[in-house]
């Protein structure tokens, strides 16, 4: 997917909103949730990205006004957002859970979020919404009956009624099948490219790597890594990895492994070898070469430590 | 009816919870007929009936069910976000809530206790009774959905008012009746239709003035703490 074969709509927003977070830290009694982030976000779509637990939701409340930071503060174009309602004129926000009125159809739903903003002629906006998330065909259904991918595009078009500046997602991705994933990717992917500010948080790499440009990574409360994605993506991908290798002759395989330039350590254990690997790419390119060339066939080969938590947490000591 | 009233009242009549707000009024009227038409002196069983079953369990648990169901219903299933991303003053929120809430306590309690009343001793009491619950219901509403605003369990602390406070203190302590939303509908309703079958210590004015600050207090907290209505952060 290419941010470039996106067109704007053809009425762009007149200026973007700025989302501002200064020194922004949040505890729960002595438990730290989020840690002294500061971050400014333009129009365009920004991923967050972090493991489960890593304060992604915590700092999402805290920009959509849902929390009062403990210290710093959260800005949107200079007021804060925290105990002003006024702040949803221009912002918008889907959160996590998957809270919605299951006794109301989607489009009364929607002409409820219309009304509640007074807008002019709520039900052409609902009517906008629903067409914006391609929910019409079901559009008179009790929300009760819809899936999981369903329920979040009504609650996106909620959202979305009083076409906001701002849009704050919070794991929008999750329980959507491929297509509804790609078609809410393609919705972000036109919003930012008319001028909206808009934020999702998610705990798939690949996720955000389709859909924005740039990121900000958090891990355990902090913000880890922040910028162009594929800047952080080359950090991740060179950072040293960890693999379990069992093979017919595990001792001659740590020797050959050993010359290549990409392995920086081989342990021999009971279980077969442990392999400190400096360069991915290089050495599950060599390996293959290495083995059979010594007359070793490699039985196994797992990397040991490919948790998203183990990825972040290098990020955080890079 | 504004769009907060409307979802208010279609989430209240639309959850089976509603059902619970039945039996308690059907069992009022079903006593008040059985004794009437078994002869019973109304001196007899009207006070048991319409106070220690009407006033004193009745109307505050219809309350309770309601008032801490408009508002804690939304905050435990997290649809309340959905009224909460609205740039609508919190006050715009609240008001709407109480008056469904009020509303609907009013009628399922006062229709019952109008009839009791009537069969007890006569239209009057029935209505005094009636205007009176209705009173109450606006009151207890506004603790009640305070409460669901201030703790966690709203429900348990309601509880904890109406029958440790209100029903166990107030027959040994006569002090705590000034503080109990109980005697000022007996008060009031003594006052709109004089009957030897309702008795409190507590005056007219002490009621009708308690009656409104309760309901105005509880009301201004309700709306500051939806203002500072932080989402718990107990996922991430």
Redesign the interface.
């Known amino acids: 997917m290419s941010v470039t074969s996106v067109e704007p709509r053809s009425a762009p927003a007149p200026t973007g909103s700025r989302l501002d977070l200064a020194g922004v830290s949040?505890w729960?009694g002595n438990v730290v949730?989020v840690n002294d982030v500061s971050m400014s976000l333009g129009p365009g779509v920004t991923g967050l990205l972090g493991p489960?637990?890593?304060?992604?939701?915590?700092l999402l409340?805290m920009m959509?006004g849902?929390?009062?930071p403990s210290r710093g503060a959260v800005t949107l174009d200079g007021t804060p957002t925290?105990?002003n309602?006024?702040?949803?004129?221009r912002?918008?926000?889907v959160?996590?859970?998957e809270?919605?009125?299951t006794?109301?159809t989607a489009y009364e739903f929607v002409l409820?979020?219309a009304?509640?903003?007074?807008l002019p002629d709520p039900s052409e906006a609902a009517r906008r919404a629903i067409a914006l998330v391609e929910l019409e065909g079901a559009q008179s259904r009790r929300i009760g009956t819809y899936s999981k991918g369903m329920r979040q595009r009504a609650r996106v078009a909620?959202?979305l009624v009083h076409d906001p500046q701002v849009l704050l997602l919070d794991e929008p991705f999750n329980g959507m099948d491929p297509r509804q994933r790609l078609h809410m990717m393609d919705l972000l992917h036109r919003l930012g490219g008319a001028g909206r500010t808009i934020l999702f948080s998610s705990h798939i790499l690949e996720e955000v790597e389709q859909l924005s440009g740039t990121v900000q990574v958090m891990v355990a409360g902090r913000l880890a890594a922040s910028g162009d994605f594929r800047t952080i993506r080359r950090l991740m991908t060179n950072r040293p990895h960890v693999f379990g290798v069992r093979s017919t002759d595990d001792r001659a395989l740590a020797v050959a492994l050993m010359a290549e330039p990409s392995v920086t350590g081989v342990e021999l254990g009971r279980g077969g070898l442990t392999v400190r690997v400096s360069d991915y790419g290089a050495f599950t390119r060599a390996l293959p070469k290495v083995a059979p060339a010594h007359g070793i066939r490699v039985r196994q080969l797992v990397p040991e430590d490919e948790s998203l938590e183990s990825v972040f947490s290098y990020l955080v000591e890079a | 009816m504004s769009t907060v009233s409307w979802i208010t009242a279609r989430g209240l009549l639309g959850r089976r919870r509603f059902l619970l707000l039945f039996p308690l009024p059907v069992l009022l009227v079903l006593l008040a007929v059985l004794s009437r038409a078994l002869g019973v002196d109304p001196g007899a069983w009207g006070p048991p009936v319409l106070v220690g079953l009407g006033l004193a369990v009745v109307l505050p648990v219809i309350a309770l069910i309601v008032g801490t169901g408009v508002l804690g219903a939304e905050i435990d299933d997290g649809t309340v976000v959905h009224i909460l991303t609205k740039p609508l003053p919190r006050w715009q929120i609240v008001l709407p809530k109480l008056a469904v809430a009020a509303g609907v306590t009013a009628v399922t309690v006062a229709v019952p206790l109008y009839v009791a009343g009537v069969l007890a001793s006569s239209v009057w009491v029935g209505l005094a009774l009636a205007a009176a619950a209705a009173i109450g219901a606006l009151a207890y509403c506004a603790l009640f959905l305070a409460l669901s605003l201030v703790t966690r369990r709203p429900v348990l602390l309601g509880l904890v008012y109406v029958l440790i406070w209100e029903g166990l203190l107030g027959n040994f302590v006569s002090g705590t009746k000034v503080l109990s939303i109980q005697q000022y509908v007996i008060a009031l309703a003594d006052r709109f239709a004089p009957t030897e079958l309702l008795a409190t210590d507590v005056s007219v004015p002490v009621a009708a003035v308690m009656s409104a600050l309760i309901t105005i207090g509880f009301t201004a907290l309700a709306v500051d703490r939806l203002r500072s209505f932080s989402v718990a952060g107990d996922t991430s």
Do not use: C, D, M, Q
Not at chain 1, 52 to 58: E, I, L, V, Y
């Open positions: 949040r729960y949730a489960n637990g890593a304060g992604k939701t915590t409340h959509a849902f929390l009062a925290w105990r309602p006024e702040v949803y004129r912002l918008g926000l959160s996590e859970r809270a919605v009125h006794f109301l409820a979020s009304r509640l903003h007074r909620a959202a």
